[in-house]
């Protein structure tokens, strides 16, 4: 836990809720927005990525088809400076192999992964499968499960007796001989399964009033029965073979190469499918989470090793809070609440500050939460990205440092944004873990930079958090007005397909401008929807609206749900920016039902 010292903060989210208070705060839930609207958009926010309108390759990268809709190429790999162009392949290569692991923190090691950490987040190994590029997307290798009677020991002694030279004079024909011949495909870990309470017709779809809402929201409940995932019986018999963590029970998948579950977006997916009235499905996609809780004390970012030092935003308490909603089951909530309190240790004890807030008329330390993984290494499932991006840096120490920050984004969930740059223009400058996400100013909320002792004060979605999450006095109704000016000066709200990011123009980056994400648009709708002002109620239905005609449009043309959208675009449009190419996220229709 760090100690720091800051200036100001309101009193209006110092506030600790008892669970005997847990029945009135659900009956204080604001339920006005109409149902058309407010299934709907759940559903596009559940929905996951594919291989529908996305280009077909094979995992090494070689075309199969093209069935990508006219939407334009999205820029790939757009981290990697043009300066680095320059870099033969040998340099590069020298580059990834340089030591990053001695003296370091890993992303798992012997204590979490003792039996598959010398593969998947350390070693010459992946060096060598990220310095020749074996695949165009660096999460392929770390995804992929040893061979049966294989282990990681085994695997490195192979390795290190067949290429006793330096990573340069490998070649990248035999660095595939040798993972074809040790390693399984990715994917094949997991099998396809039925969704016990899954029906074609439900309740609340039928009651979608206007028919091309109806005729969308049908199809994207279909979708359901593609993304439902079980774990094979070896995952948990032999776990050391797979960079996969084991559940008990079947989920749903955000899709793409995604190939496991993910944290925070496991919200959105157990809301819609509370809204498809799956609730048997959801209730499964809670106890998993609460299994890994138990297991490891937190919810890692998603459900791979190479997670394991790195979370994201802390929804679990909210799933099991919309699930009660809709089931009332009382006896759920008595047994996640231990569960509940066990995450909070874990953000409390390694995710938080003490800052001292100092004024005229006020002296006192409040305790605060950060996205701060411990981890100092290129991200296993972004290796070659990470080292390439570091490049510049010149002594180890710097290098540690951006990869802690590098990877405390990737815990936020935006990665990567200029939120989190100090110029706000270039990924160089990221210092995540120097920011603390707070409300430093009673007219918005802002996040306070550690360094500089200040507040950013420029648009981003997650200025109207506190809003969603109700943490403000609720007879202050003025002040979700004040927050919501805010951002209407901020342009945020003029355009035509959504909410963006941020209003940050030269990044570059997939969580900033033109680019909008389901669960921030959400986030915002519902937060204006719950306050008690008339007129933002009906400025979140307007929102809800321009963000489904936006998911319903790009629908119709490409025949799937996408992770983000440029919402200068009134026809919907595909984003670009980001580390992979723009994914078919089908579990994106949740945000719509």
Request: charged content about 25%.
């Given at each position: 836990?760090?100690?720091?010292?800051?200036?100001?903060?309101?009193?209006y989210?110092?506030?600790?809720?008892?669970?005997?208070?847990?029945?009135?705060?659900?009956?204080?839930r604001?339920?006005?927005?109409p149902?058309?609207?407010?299934?709907?958009?759940?559903?596009?926010?559940?929905?996951?990525?594919?291989?529908?309108?996305?280009?077909?390759?094979?995992?090494?990268?070689?075309?199969?088809?093209?069935?990508?809709?006219?939407?334009?190429?999205?820029?790939?790999?757009?981290?990697?400076?043009?300066?680095?162009?320059?870099?033969?392949?040998?340099?590069?290569?020298?580059?990834?192999?340089?030591?990053?692991?001695?003296?370091?923190?890993?992303?798992?090691?012997?204590?979490?992964?003792?039996?598959?950490?010398?593969?998947?987040?350390?070693?010459?190994?992946?060096?060598?499968?990220?310095?020749?590029?074996?695949?165009?997307?660096?999460?392929?290798?770390?995804?992929?499960p040893?061979?049966?009677?294989q282990?990681?020991?085994?695997i490195?002694?192979?390795?290190?007796?067949?290429?006793?030279?330096?990573?340069?004079?490998?070649?990248?024909?035999?660095?595939?001989?040798?993972?074809?011949?040790?390693?399984?495909?990715?994917?094949?870990?997991?099998?396809?399964?039925?969704?016990?309470?899954?029906?074609?017709?439900?309740?609340?779809?039928?009651?979608?009033?206007?028919?091309?809402y109806?005729?969308?929201?049908?199809?994207?409940?279909?979708?359901w029965?593609?993304?439902?995932?079980?774990?094979?019986?070896?995952?948990?018999?032999?776990?050391?073979?797979f960079?996969?963590?084991?559940?008990?029970?079947?989920?749903?998948?955000?899709?793409?190469?995604?190939?496991?579950?993910?944290?925070?977006?496991?919200?959105?997916?157990?809301?819609?499918?509370?809204?498809?009235?799956?609730?048997?499905?959801?209730?499964?996609?809670i106890?998993?989470?609460?299994?890994?809780?138990?297991?490891?004390?937190?919810?890692?970012?998603?459900?791979?090793?190479?997670?394991?030092r790195?979370s994201?935003?802390?929804?679990?308490?909210?799933?099991?809070?919309?699930?009660?909603?809709?089931?009332?089951?009382?006896?759920?909530?008595?047994?996640?609440?231990?569960?509940?309190?066990?995450?909070?240790?874990?953000?409390?004890?390694?995710?938080?500050v003490n800052?001292?807030?100092?004024?005229?008329?006020?002296?006192?330390?409040?305790?605060?939460?950060?996205?701060?993984?411990e981890?100092?290494?290129?991200?296993?499932?972004?290796?070659?990205?990470?080292?390439?991006s570091?490049?510049?840096?010149?002594?180890?120490?710097?290098?540690?440092?951006?990869?802690?920050?590098?990877?405390?984004?990737?815990?936020?969930?935006?990665?990567?944004?200029?939120?989190?740059?100090?110029?706000?223009?270039?990924?160089?400058?990221?210092?995540?873990?120097?920011?603390?996400?707070?409300?430093?100013?009673?007219?918005?909320?802002?996040?306070y930079?550690?360094?500089?002792?200040?507040?950013?004060?420029?648009?981003?979605?997650?200025?109207?958090?506190?809003?969603?999450?109700?943490?403000?006095?609720?007879?202050?109704?003025?002040?979700?007005?004040d927050?919501?000016?805010?951002?209407?000066?901020?342009?945020?709200?003029?355009?035509s397909?959504?909410i963006?990011?941020?209003?940050?123009?030269?990044?570059?980056?997939q969580?900033?401008?033109?680019?909008?994400?389901?669960p921030?648009?959400?986030?915002?709708?519902?937060g204006?929807?719950?306050?008690?002002?008339?007129?933002?109620?009906?400025?979140?239905?307007?929102?809800?609206?321009?963000?489904?005609?936006?998911?319903m449009?790009?629908?119709?043309?490409?025949?799937?749900?996408?992770?983000?959208?440029?919402?200068?675009?009134?026809?919907?449009?595909?984003?670009?920016?980001?580390?992979?190419?723009?994914?078919?996220?089908?579990?994106?229709?949740?945000?719509?039902?």
């Amino acid at each position: 836990m760090r100690q720091r010292r800051a200036r100001t903060l309101p009193d209006y989210c110092r506030k600790t809720v008892k669970a005997e208070n847990f029945s009135s705060i659900l009956e204080k839930r604001i339920n006005g927005a109409p149902a058309d609207l407010h299934v709907l958009l759940l559903l596009t926010t559940t929905v996951i990525p594919g291989t529908v309108g996305r280009p077909q390759k094979d995992p090494r990268g070689n075309d199969i088809i093209d069935e990508r809709a006219d939407f334009g190429t999205p820029e790939h790999d757009n981290r990697v400076h043009t300066e680095l162009t320059e870099l033969t392949n040998r340099d590069i290569a020298r580059l990834i192999g340089a030591d990053y692991f001695n003296g370091s923190v890993l992303p798992c090691d012997n204590e979490t992964a003792p039996g598959q950490w010398m593969v998947y987040c350390s070693g010459r190994l992946l060096q060598t499968v990220m310095a020749v590029k074996l695949y165009p997307d660096s999460k392929t290798f770390v995804d992929q499960p040893m061979k049966v009677n294989q282990t990681g020991e085994l695997i490195m002694d192979h390795f290190e007796r067949r290429f006793p030279v330096p990573i340069e004079e490998i070649s990248k024909k035999d660095v595939a001989e040798f993972v074809d011949e040790f390693f399984d495909k990715e994917g094949n870990e997991l099998d396809v399964c039925n969704l016990p309470d899954w029906k074609p017709i439900t309740e609340k779809l039928t009651q979608i009033q206007d028919d091309h809402y109806q005729a969308f929201a049908q199809r994207l409940h279909f979708i359901w029965i593609q993304l439902c995932r079980q774990m094979k019986p070896e995952v948990k018999e032999d776990p050391s073979r797979f960079s996969l963590i084991y559940v008990p029970h079947q989920f749903i998948l955000p899709g793409g190469r995604f190939r496991e579950f993910y944290y925070w977006d496991a919200y959105w997916i157990v809301k819609g499918l509370i809204a498809s009235e799956l609730y048997s499905t959801a209730r499964m996609m809670i106890l998993n989470f609460a299994h890994i809780i138990e297991t490891y004390g937190f919810v890692p970012n998603g459900g791979r090793v190479y997670y394991l030092r790195r979370s994201q935003p802390p929804f679990f308490a909210p799933m099991v809070y919309e699930y009660y909603l809709a089931t009332q089951d009382v006896q759920l909530v008595i047994d996640m609440i231990p569960v509940i309190e066990k995450e909070y240790v874990f953000w409390s004890q390694r995710r938080s500050v003490n800052i001292t807030l100092e004024s005229q008329d006020l002296n006192e330390t409040v305790h605060m939460f950060q996205y701060h993984t411990e981890a100092e290494t290129p991200r296993p499932e972004s290796f070659r990205e990470d080292v390439l991006s570091a490049e510049h840096f010149t002594t180890k120490s710097r290098k540690r440092q951006f990869f802690k920050d590098i990877g405390s984004a990737a815990e936020s969930g935006w990665d990567f944004s200029s939120r989190w740059f100090e110029d706000h223009k270039n990924l160089s400058t990221i210092e995540t873990t120097n920011i603390v996400p707070v409300d430093l100013n009673a007219k918005g909320w802002y996040d306070y930079n550690l360094r500089t002792g200040a507040h950013n004060t420029d648009f981003f979605p997650s200025n109207a958090a506190p809003l969603f999450a109700q943490c403000y006095d609720p007879l202050n109704s003025q002040l979700a007005v004040d927050v919501y000016n805010q951002m209407e000066a901020s342009g945020a709200f003029g355009m035509s397909g959504g909410i963006p990011t941020s209003m940050h123009k030269e990044t570059q980056q997939q969580w900033d401008y033109p680019n909008g994400w389901s669960p921030l648009n959400h986030m915002i709708i519902e937060g204006l929807r719950k306050s008690i002002n008339p007129t933002l109620q009906q400025k979140a239905f307007v929102l809800a609206e321009k963000w489904l005609e936006t998911n319903m449009q790009t629908f119709n043309v490409s025949n799937a749900m996408w992770e983000k959208y440029n919402v200068q675009e009134p026809q919907g449009k595909l984003a670009t920016g980001g580390e992979y190419e723009v994914q078919n996220f089908k579990h994106r229709k949740s945000h719509f039902f």
